[in-house]
T-cell receptor
């Protein structure tokens, strides 16, 4: 197992376009999290899945953002009609059955989005 | 609303020095506190996790303490090395939530 994998590593898109990112968690981890990190800031929570159920969602996740985890394995994060303010690093993390609060989190290397 | 503050924002030290990074949080009803390391342009690496019932955790040259009642944590790095240069992030889990609330981090530079 190579850890949490995110694809792509970098994405440059024009304002108004839609983008989709993928996260593959550690195989035995049933919990998956998305965070967004802008320059000079700490990561901000976006959403959390336990298996395929989306259990927690931040107000930051506006109508233009949607996340899915259809089979409880990989997850996708889609941003529609991108804006320059969406430029950030999008981080994915996973944790085992105990949950991250008890067992800790493993983060991926992130997807760097630049909206021009 | 939980807020996490890290001081200083940046720190530059010569190699071999012992140093302390500070983290404070406004709501003491936390489940745990975690310290992470982030290298430029990379994801986060978990360093230490302290449950709310614990006072400290140690891993190699790193020691993290937690004073839940005063809303403070410190990360002590002994005998710093250039390879320790990175941004160190503090984060808390509130009770009943899987969400981590992060500080903005302390950027550490260890000069050879």
């Amino acid at each position: 197992d190579t850890g949490v994998s995110q694809d792509p590593r970098h994405k440059i898109t024009k304002r108004g376009q839609n983008v989709t990112f993928r996260c593959d968690p550690i195989s035995e981890h049933n919990r998956l999290y998305w965070y967004r990190q802008t320059l000079g800031q700490g990561p901000e929570f976006l959403t959390y899945f336990q298996n395929e159920a989306q259990l927690e969602k931040s107000r930051l996740l506006s109508d233009r953002f949607s996340a899915e985890r259809p089979k409880g394995s990989f997850s996708t994060l889609e941003i529609q009609r991108t804006e320059q303010g969406d430029s950030a690093m999008y981080l994915c993390a996973s944790s085992g059955p105990l949950g991250g609060a008890q067992g800790g989190y493993t983060f991926g290397s992130g997807t760097r989005l630049t909206v021009v | 609303k939980q807020e996490v503050t890290q001081i200083p924002a940046a720190l530059s030290v010569p190699e071999g020095e012992n140093l302390v990074l500070n983290c404070s949080f406004t709501d003491s009803a936390i489940y745990n506190l975690q310290w992470f390391r982030q290298d430029p342009g990379k994801g986060l690496t978990s360093l230490l996790l302290i449950q709310s019932s614990q006072r400290e955790q140690t891993s190699g040259r790193l020691n993290a303490s937690l004073d839940k009642s005063s809303g403070r944590s410190t990360l002590y790095i002994a005998a710093s090395q250039p390879g320790d240069s990175a941004t160190y992030l503090c984060a808390v889990n509130q009770g009943g939530s899987e969400k981590l609330v992060f500080g903005k981090g302390t950027k550490l530079t260890v000069n050879p």
